[in-house]
């Protein structure tokens, strides 16, 4: 069976529903979201943390990966310029910094509409990230990150031990302070999605769910649609990728280029539900916290280079258990409700990728966002429903384009199907 489409969005997490869900509004647009549910979705391992300042300066969990890189090897990081200690905090480009927080400030205004329109509640929350200070290496890593973001000042905030026990009263005497975030929240990320997406299935979207993209159709240097395993074949003027970590797979396919997104592995726990114990998200070098409406606690994460292997393992796991134990003791008397692994899509520079493919009509990248993409997921469908109606973009996503990744390898693309 063959259906006509304006545009195909290739993945239905946290960036492919927001994409659905800007197109949607154009009432004059036919669109599909097709979406295979893989083991594995990154936006179902997610914290829901609107992190915009703490992720750009390498906290949540990029402290925990770069802090034990620098404790246990002491050398440079794969894919990163420089040494990782405390007097280097990892903090990302300026553009990222600007990505980030234009995203970051639609989400009160995504919300209400969402709510109001929608009748989905994300459960926005405004709470404030806490890094976690309990010796001198993390004060200098703290006070290294203000310094590196001096234009920011008004929205950080540092907490002695007597304000932060004040702020956290279940929190470890062994915290010497924390710098606090002031702009940096949480939503639920399984809820986002899920908002995104009826929202979008509401205003006219037709969505594939269990449906994989099996190959790429081309008239020439165009993409001109996609086949499916159970939904027949798609035509149409722009297909977005939007595959997560399998990205790379449906560019080649679409444009014989395999952009560098790669899975890397994310295990997480959820505690029972608990009287209130956490009155913000918090980040220490061992793991981050994040307290749900519903009273569970979620702790993540750890960053591995496992292929898109999702199974849980203990060390991991305990290591995850200890550092929390360690910022609250209260929780070694939590059980734990269940514990997983998502696959981040990750790229070799931790930016994503958006936008077209020089020489390539009729598609479009977005993808590659790592452990952001909750956080950027709002401004990214903002982004790509600007890209597939030709106007003015709120941000110059030129260091976002794949054309940044010179020495990416043009492969031969798999034999094009006929249109």
């Not at 907490?159 to 702009?183: M, N, V, W, Y």
């Not at 240097?221 to 297909?239: P, Q």
């Not at 939007?242 to 959820?270: C, R």
């Amino acid at each position: 069976m063959t259906k006509h489409y304006d545009v195909v969005i290739a993945g239905g997490g946290v960036i492919g529903a927001s994409c659905a869900y800007q197109l949607s509004k154009r009432k004059d647009l036919k669109v599909a979201l097709i979406d295979a549910k893989r083991p594995g979705n990154a936006s179902r391992a997610s914290a829901g943390g609107l992190w915009a300042i703490g992720e750009s300066v390498g906290l949540g969990c990029g402290v925990i990966f770069f802090r034990m890189m620098s404790a246990n090897r002491k050398r440079e990081a794969q894919g990163s310029a420089v040494l990782v200690d405390s007097s280097t905090p990892h903090i990302l480009p300026q553009s990222f910094f600007d990505f980030a927080l234009q995203s970051n400030e639609l989400y009160p205004r995504l919300h209400r509409e969402l709510v109001g329109m929608h009748g989905m509640d994300f459960k926005f929350e405004e709470t404030g990230l806490k890094f976690v200070i309990y010796d001198e290496e993390d004060r200098l890593y703290a006070e290294h990150i203000v310094g590196c973001i001096p234009h920011l000042a008004d929205q950080v905030r540092w907490l002695d031990q007597a304000a932060l026990r004040a702020s956290e009263p279940t929190i470890t005497h062994e915290a010497k302070g924390a710098l606090e975030f002031l702009c940096d929240h949480q939503v639920n990320p399984f809820r986002l999605t899920d908002a995104y997406t009826e929202g979008a299935r509401q205003n006219g979207v037709d969505v594939y769910f269990n449906t994989n993209v099996t190959g790429v159709l081309h008239q020439g240097n165009r993409v001109s649609g996609v086949t499916t395993d159970v939904a027949g074949l798609f035509h149409c003027s722009t297909l977005i990728n939007a595959a997560g970590a399998w990205a790379a797979e449906l560019s080649l396919q679409a444009t014989g280029i395999e952009i560098p997104v790669k899975p890397v592995k994310g295990q997480i726990l959820l505690t029972e539900r608990m009287p209130k114990l956490l009155n913000g998200c918090l980040t220490t070098s061992d793991c981050y916290m994040a307290q749900k409406d519903n009273g569970e606690i979620l702790i993540g994460s750890t960053t591995e280079d496992k292929g898109f292997d999702v199974s849980t393992t203990y060390p991991e796991i305990n290591g995850l258990v200890q550092g929390a134990v360690r910022c609250i003791p209260e929780l070694a008397n939590v059980n734990l409700k269940r514990c997983w692994a998502g696959l981040r899509p990750g790229s070799p520079d931790e930016l994503p990728i958006l936008g077209p493919m020089d020489g390539v009509e009729g598609y479009l990248n977005a993808c590659g966002h790592f452990r952001t993409g909750i956080l950027t997921s709002a401004i990214t469908g903002v982004l790509l429903d600007k890209l597939v109606n030709d106007e003015a973009l709120p941000l110059d996503i030129t260091p976002f384009l794949a054309r940044r990744f010179a020495a990416v390898p043009e492969k031969k693309a798999k034999q094009a199907l006929p249109a």
